[in-house]
């Protein structure tokens, strides 16, 4: 790397986050701190498309936490639609309706929510 020396006008907020993040991240100085910001900011703006400059695998790690969110709602449905026929086959029975008779007390109630 070819360093150059320049001056800059930085807020002071954002010099002391700064500072607080070179010591986190244990860096050398303010410099490296500067050069990886603009890096970074850099590959994201000549990108437009966050999807190319984020790592692929942080994008992976994403996916996997959507999929995995996605299977478990997926079971939840599936058994919430099991124990609802099973409720529904209880009633059926214990008051000896007919599927048809069901299904329209069902229809019923589903049109008294809308």
Known sequence: MNAMR????I???LLKTMN????KEDMKNQSEFVNRAIEFYSGYLLTQNAT???SNIL???MQGAIN???NRLHRRMVENEIK???????????YRLSRE?????????RNEGD
């Open 84 to 94: 609802t026929d099973m409720i529904l086959n209880v009633l059926r029975f214990a």
């Open 20 to 23: 607080l993040l070179v010591e």
């Open 52 to 54: 190319k400059f984020i």
């Open 11 to 13: 807020d002071e907020k």
């Open 68 to 70: 995995s969110c996605e």
């Open 6 to 9: 320049t001056n800059i006008w």
């Open 59 to 61: 994008i992976g790690e």
């Open 101 to 109: 008779e069901l299904e329209t007390i069902c229809e019923q109630i």
